[in-house]
C-alpha cells in the first residue's frame, strides 16, 4: 500500500535531484576568454563618457570586447563588489575609489597588478602623479590603476564676478576673512546668495569641503584600527566656526540640498559654487558664464580633498591568464584616451595625457591641473573612502553645527568618538 | 472550508427601504472617489511622465500638454536596451518554480499532518508552527554563506530553493484537508488505490480552490521579493526584474521618462493579469491572509 | 492552532498485534515519504541557516574570511553598546508605530466605505488594492518620482499653492514620514481586503434585528460591525506589527537609511554591517537580538489575544 506512494515520492526526489544537477551549468559560467565584464559605478555624465571610451576601445578591435555594467553608485556598488570578489565570481576589472582600497586589499579582494605586464602595455609609475601612485598602493604592492583625480573645487561665476569687482580677489585670496567678504559683495550682486553648497542629508558633501579646510590649517588625522584617533580639535573646530558662519542664509544657504545648491548657482542666483569637478558638464551644457578654482588656501597650507576613481582587479576564483591580459590591454587603451574623461571635469591621471596640448586647452579643467600635486586623500583606513559610513557618521555629528543649531566641539568630539568606537573593533579585512 | 467571497454587494447597491440618493451615502460616494483618485495619481503621474519626452520630463513644474506631445519613444528605448525583457524572463522563471515546488510540498505535508500517523509528526509539527515568526530577513548573512559553500550563488537555484517551502501554507493547506470528510478517501482506499494515489486523484482535486489561492499568494510573493534575489545575484543576467532594476543603472544619465517607462513595464504583468482575474486573485489574498480558515 | 492534528487514518478494520505495528510502520513511512520534500527544504533553508547564523554570533567571521574563531559573547557586548544598533532599532519602533497605526485604522475606514454598496465598487476596490501587487522597487521608481524636490508632482503642486518645496527624502523631519506614507499606499491594499471579506461575513440578519430594534446607522457600526471584526482586526494587527519590524525594501532604496541615519531600519543595519561592513559574525549577533524582540511581540500579541477571547 506504501510502495505506490513511496515510489512516487522517489521518483519526485529524483527529479528534484536531476534539478540539482543544472545547477552547475548556471548561465555565465562558460565565457569565451575574449569577453571582458567590466563593472563601474559612473552614470549620468562620466556614464555616458566611459560608455564612449568602452565603445572605442572594443572598436579598435585589439581581441577582445568588453561589455560594461553600472551599478548604483556608493554603498550599493561597494556592497555587491565585495559580495561578488567574496563569492570569487567578481568581474574581470572594475572601477574603485582610491579611498577604497584600504577596505578591499587587506581582505583579499583585490589582487595586485603586475608592474612588468603594466610596462608591457606601456604603463610606468613615471607616468602617474606621485601622490596619487602612492594612494593606489597598499602593503607595498600596486592594487590600483588611476584613472583621474577628481577634487573638490570652487566655481564662480564671471558675470557676476566682473559686476562686484572680485574677479582678481577670487584668485589671491589668503583668508577665511577674504572669502567671507567676496562672497558677501557677490549676495549684494545677486540679491540672493554670494556661496552656493549643497550639502543636506549629504554626508560625502560636508566631508569633501570641511576636510580641504582641515587640511588647508596644516593638520592631519591618523586612524590607526586599535588605537585612538589621532586629530586636531582646535583645527577642527576653527574650521568649522567657518563653514557655519557661511551658512548663515544670506551668504549661504543654511539648508541646501545638491540639487537645489546646483539649480541656485546655474540660475545666476549666486555667485560661487562650491562643488565637485563632476559638476562641470552640467554648468558647461547651461552655457553660463562660469570658471573654476582649486579651492583657495584660506588657513595656510595648500590642500584639497579629492578621490580617484580607479581600476582594480577583483579576486576571481579562477582566473584566466589571456582575458587578465586583455584587462591590461583594456585599461592602457582608455588610459591613452583620457582626454575625453578629462572633458566630464576630471583631472587625467596619466601624464602623457595630462601634459598634452589637448588637455591644457581645456578650459576651465587645466586651470586646476595642479591639484593632484596636494591632493588630500580620506584617511588611510578600512572603513574610509567614497560611499562608505565613514561620511555618514560625518554627516550624523556635524549636520547640526552646519545647520547652526550644533556646538562645533561637541560635534567633531561626536564624530570623534564615532570614529574611536570603529578603530576599537577588530578590522574585519 | 469557508473561502471568503467578496462578490455579494456587488448586485446589492443599497440596502431596501434606504434612499439611494440620500446627502450621506453621496458624501459617502464623494469621500471616497476622492481617496481613490489620491491612490491611483502615482500611476497617473508616472504613466504621464513616461510618455514625455525626456527634455519635458526633465522640465519643473506640472506639464499636462507637454511641448514635444506624447509618444512611446521612451519605451522603445528601454525595450531595445534589452535587460527588462531578460529580468523579466528570470523573474517568471524563479516564481514559477518557487509556485510549484511550495505548493507541491506544502499539499504532500500538509496532507501528511493531516492524514498520516506517523513518528515524530508533532515534533515537526511544532517546529514548522514555531518557524513562522522566524523572519527570511534575519537569516541573509549565515544563508549567503551556505549558498556560497553550496556554489549556488549567482544561480536559478540560488534565487529559487530559498524561497520554495513556506510554514504558513503547510498549516493552510493541512487545515483544508482536515475538513475533507475522511470517508471519500476510505472509498478509494477499499478499491485498493495507494495513498499518493488517493491524495492525487481524491483529495487534489477537491483541493483546487484552495491550491489556487496559495499558488496565487507564493506566486505574487515570489515575483515581488527583493531582498533574497537581491543578496544572492550579482551577475546582471541572472537578476530578477525588481532586483535588476534597482541595482544596475543606465550608464547615460538620469533618464526620467525611460525611468517611468521602465517601473510602469515591471508593473505591467501583474497589474494585467490582476485586471483578467480580479475575482479569483483576491478571493486567493484574503483566504490565505485569514490562514485558510 | 490547537486543532486536532491526530486525525485518525480511518483504517477502521481490526487488526492483529503484528498487523497493528507494522502497519504503524508503514505509516510513519509514509507520513515522512509525504513529508520529506517540505522537511528537506525547511531543514536546509531555515533550520541549518538558523543554527548557523547562532553559532556565526559568537565568531568573529567576516565576508572576506580575515577574522575567525570564537569570540564568546563579544559580538553580544558590541551590539548593545553601538548606538547605530539602538538608533536602527528606535527608527524600526517608531515606523512601526508610525505605520501600524493607519495601515489599521484606515484600511477599515475604507473597506467600511466600499462596503456600502455605493456605486462603482470595483473600482474603488482596484484602487486600494492595485499597489499591493507591486514589487517594491516599482513603488519606490514612483514615489522617488513623487518626492523628488524639483520635479516631482507633490513640490508642483504645493508650489501651485503657494508654499516651499520640501525636501521629502532628504530632510530628517520628513523622511520618515514619506516613507511611512508610501508605505501606506502600498500595503494598505491588504488589510482592506481582509476587512472587506470580513465584512461580507457579518449575517446579514444581524443588521436587519438591529434596524428593527431601531439602531442607527452609527450605532450598528459601533455596537455590531466594529465587535463583529474584533478577530480579523487581532489578527489583522498581528500581522501588521510583524511585517512593519521587518521593514527593509522600501526604506533602503527611497532613502538609504538616511539622511544621517533616520530611516535606518533594522534589517538594513543586520545587511549593512554584515555585507557593506563585512562583519558576519557581528550582523548575526544583531539578528538574534532582533530576533528575541520578535518573539517577545509575539508572544505579548499572543497573551493579549488569548486574554480577551477568554474574557
Not at chain 2, 518554480?97 to 508533532?122: D, E, P, Q
Request: net charge neutral.
Amino acid at each position: 500500500m506504501t510502495d505506490l506512494s513511496r515510489r512516487g515520492l522517489l521518483k519526485a526526489a529524483a527529479a528534484l535531484a536531476g534539478g540539482g544537477l543544472l545547477v552547475g551549468c548556471a548561465p555565465g559560467a562558460s565565457r569565451k576568454t575574449t569577453d571582458l565584464s567590466y563593472w563601474h559605478l559612473l552614470t549620468g555624465g562620466d556614464g555616458t563618457v566611459m560608455a564612449g571610451l568602452v565603445d572605442a576601445v572594443n572598436a579598435a578591435n585589439l581581441g577582445f570586447h568588453a561589455t560594461q555594467t553600472v551599478l548604483a553608485w556608493g554603498a550599493p556598488y561597494y556592497t555587491k563588489l565585495a559580495m561578488a570578489s567574496a563569492g570569487g565570481r567578481a568581474p574581470d576589472v572594475a572601477i574603485m575609489h582610491a579611498s577604497r582600497i584600504a577596505g578591499y586589499a587587506p581582505g583579499g579582494l583585490l589582487e595586485p597588478w603586475d608592474l612588468d605586464l603594466l610596462a608591457e602595455v606601456g604603463l610606468h609609475e613615471s607616468d602617474f602623479p606621485a601622490r596619487v601612485w602612492e594612494k593606489c598602493q597598499y602593503d607595498g604592492k600596486l592594487y590600483a590603476i588611476a584613472l583621474d583625480t577628481h577634487p573638490f573645487v570652487l566655481y564662480y561665476n564671471t558675470e557676476h564676478a566682473e559686476k562686484a569687482g572680485v574677479t582678481d580677489a577670487l584668485h589671491a585670496m589668503k583668508s577665511p576673512d577674504e572669502f567671507t567678504e567676496i562672497a558677501t559683495k557677490l549676495q549684494k550682486v545677486t540679491g540672493k546668495h554670494g556661496l552656493s553648497y549643497g550639502y543636506l542629508g549629504d554626508g560625502a558633501q560636508m566631508w569633501r569641503l570641511w576636510y580641504t579646510l582641515y587640511k588647508q590649517t596644516g593638520a592631519d588625522m591618523k586612524l590607526v584600527p586599535g588605537q585612538p584617533a589621532e586629530v586636531d580639535k582646535d583645527a577642527a573646530v576653527k574650521t568649522l566656526t567657518f563653514v557655519q558662519s557661511l551658512l548663515n542664509d544670506t551668504i549661504a544657504s543654511r539648508s541646501g540640498d545638491g540639487g537645489t545648491a546646483t539649480s541656485e548657482f546655474l540660475h545666476g542666483q549666486s555667485g560661487m559654487f562650491l562643488g565637485g569637478v563632476w559638476e562641470l558638464p552640467v554648468l558647461k551644457d547651461a552655457k553660463m558664464p562660469v570658471d573654476a578654482l582649486p579651492i583657495p588656501t584660506l588657513f595656510g597650507t595648500q590642500a584639497a580633498y579629492a578621490d580617484s576613481h580607479t581600476f582594480v582587479l577583483p579576486r576571481q576564483s579562477k582566473v584566466s591568464p589571456e582575458r587578465r591580459k586583455h584587462v591590461y590591454t583594456m585599461v592602457a587603451e582608455i588610459l591613452k584616451r583620457s582626454v575625453k574623461w578629462a572633458g566630464g571635469g576630471h583631472i587625467p591621471a596619466y601624464q602623457p595625457v595630462a601634459k598634452s596640448a589637448e588637455y591644457q586647452a581645456l578650459k576651465p579643467q587645466s586651470n586646476y591641473a595642479g591639484i593632484p600635486a596636494s591632493v588630500n586623500y580620506d584617511p588611510d583606513v578600512w572603513f574610509s573612502g567614497a560611499g562608505s559610513d565613514f561620511q555618514n557618521y560625518f554627516a550624523e555629528n556635524v549636520q547640526n553645527v552646519f545647520l547652526g543649531s550644533g556646538d562645533p566641539a561637541a560635534g567633531f568630539d561626536g564624530f570623534v568618538a564615532r570614529l574611536n568606537k570603529l578603530l576599537d573593533r577588530p578590522q574585519p579585512v | 472550508m469557508s473561502t471568503y467571497t467578496l462578490s455579494r454587494g456587488i448586485k446589492q447597491t443599497h440596502k431596501p427601504g434606504e434612499n439611494p440618493w440620500s446627502v450621506s451615502r453621496m458624501a459617502a460616494l464623494l469621500v471616497l472617489a476622492v481617496l481613490a483618485a489620491t491612490w491611483l495619481v502615482p500611476f497617473a503621474w508616472s504613466v504621464l511622465t513616461s510618455l514625455k519626452s525626456e527634455a519635458d520630463a526633465g522640465a519643473a513644474g506640472i506639464t499636462l500638454n507637454p511641448p514635444d506631445g506624447f509618444s512611446f519613444d521612451a519605451y522603445r528605448k528601454v525595450l531595445s536596451a534589452g535587460d527588462i525583457p531578460a529580468w523579466a524572463w528570470n523573474s517568471l522563471l524563479t516564481s514559477v518554480a518557487i509556485t510549484f515546488i511550495t505548493v507541491a510540498t506544502s499539499a504532500l505535508a500538509g496532507y501528511a499532518f493531516s492524514r498520516v500517523n506517523f513518528k515524530g509528526k508533532r515534533w515537526l509539527y511544532a517546529a514548522i508552527i514555531a518557524a513562522i515568526i522566524i523572519p527570511p530577513q534575519l537569516l541573509i548573512v549565515p544563508l549567503f554563506r551556505q549558498m556560497l559553500a553550496f556554489n549556488l550563488v549567482d544561480t536559478y537555484w540560488g534565487i529559487i530553493l530559498p524561497q520554495s517551502f513556506a510554514p504558513a501554507m503547510v498549516l493552510i493547506l493541512k487545515r483544508f484537508f482536515d475538513q475533507i470528510p475522511v470517508e471519500l478517501e476510505d472509498a478509494a482506499r477499499v478499491d485498493g488505490a495507494g495513498r499518493l494515489r488517493v491524495f492525487w486523484s481524491v483529495v487534489l482535486p477537491l483541493s483546487r480552490p484552495i491550491l489556487a489561492a496559495v499558488a496565487i499568494f507564493v506566486f505574487i510573493g515570489a515575483w515581488n521579493n527583493f531582498l533574497w534575489p537581491f543578496i544572492v545575484t550579482t551577475d546582471a543576467h541572472l537578476m530578477t526584474l525588481p532586483v535588476g532594476l534597482q541595482t544596475v543603472k543606465s550608464a547615460y544619465g538620469l533618464q526620467y521618462a525611460q525611468n517611468m517607462a521602465s517601473a510602469i513595464l515591471a508593473a505591467l504583468p501583474l497589474v494585467l493579469v490582476f485586471l483578467f482575474f480580479q475575482r479569483q486573485i483576491i478571493k486567493g489574498i484574503a483566504t490565505t491572509g485569514f490562514g485558510g480558515q | 492552532m490547537s486543532t486536532a492534528i491526530d486525525t485518525p487514518a480511518a483504517t477502521a478494520e481490526k487488526v492483529t498485534a503484528q498487523g497493528k505495528a507494522r502497519a504503524k510502520r508503514g505509516e510513519t513511512l509514509t507520513g515522512w515519504a509525504f513529508a520529506a520534500p517540505f522537511a528537506v527544504l525547511f531543514v536546509l533553508f531555515l533550520v541549518v541557516p538558523a543554527l548557523y547564523g547562532l553559532y556565526l554570533s559568537f565568531t568573529g567571521e567576516t565576508l572576506t574570511g580575515a577574522g575567525s574563531g570564537l569570540v564568546g559573547l563579544a559580538n553580544y557586548g558590541d551590539a548593545l553598546r553601538d548606538p547605530d544598533m539602538w538608533k536602527s532599532l528606535g527608527n524600526t519602533l517608531w515606523f512601526t508605530v508610525l505605520s501600524t497605526i493607519p495601515l489599521v485604522v484606515l484600511s477599515l475606514a475604507l473597506a467600511l466605505l466600499v462596503n456600502l454598496g455605493l456605486p462603482g465598487r470595483w473600482l474603488w476596490r482596484l484602487s486600494f488594492f492595485l499597489p499591493y501587487l507591486l514589487a517594491s522597487t516599482v513603488v519606490v521608481m514612483f514615489w522617488s518620482w513623487m518626492y523628488n524636490p524639483t520635479l516631482g508632482l507633490i513640490n508642483g503642486v504645493l508650489a501651485k499653492f503657494g508654499a516651499a518645496p520640501v525636501a521629502w527624502l532628504q530632510d530628517p523631519k520628513v523622511a520618515m514620514l514619506s516613507v511611512v506614507i508610501t508605505t501606506l499606499w502600498w500595503t494598505i491594499g491588504f488589510n482592506f481586503l481582509l476587512y472587506l471579506a470580513a465584512l461580507q461575513n457579518i449575517p446579514e440578519q444581524q443588521f436587519e434585528a438591529a434596524a428593527i430594534d431601531g439602531a442607527g446607522k452609527w450605532r450598528q457600526l459601533f455596537s455590531i460591525v466594529i465587535p463583529q471584526l474584533t478577530p480579523t482586526t487581532a489578527l489583522i494587527l498581528t500581522l501588521q506589527i510583524l511585517a512593519s519590524l521587518k521593514v527593509f525594501d522600501q526604506i533602503y532604496m527611497l532613502t538609504n537609511g538616511g539622511p544621517a541615519g533616520k530611516t535606518r531600519s533594522i534589517v538594513q543595519y543586520i545587511y549593512e554591517s554584515g555585507f557593506t561592513g563585512y562583519r558576519f559574525g557581528y550582523s548575526s549577533a544583531i539578528s538574534y537580538l532582533f530576533f528575541v524582540l520578535i518573539v517577545l511581540v509575539a508572544l505579548a500579541q499572543y497573551k493579549l489575544i488569548n486574554r480577551r477571547s477568554a474574557a
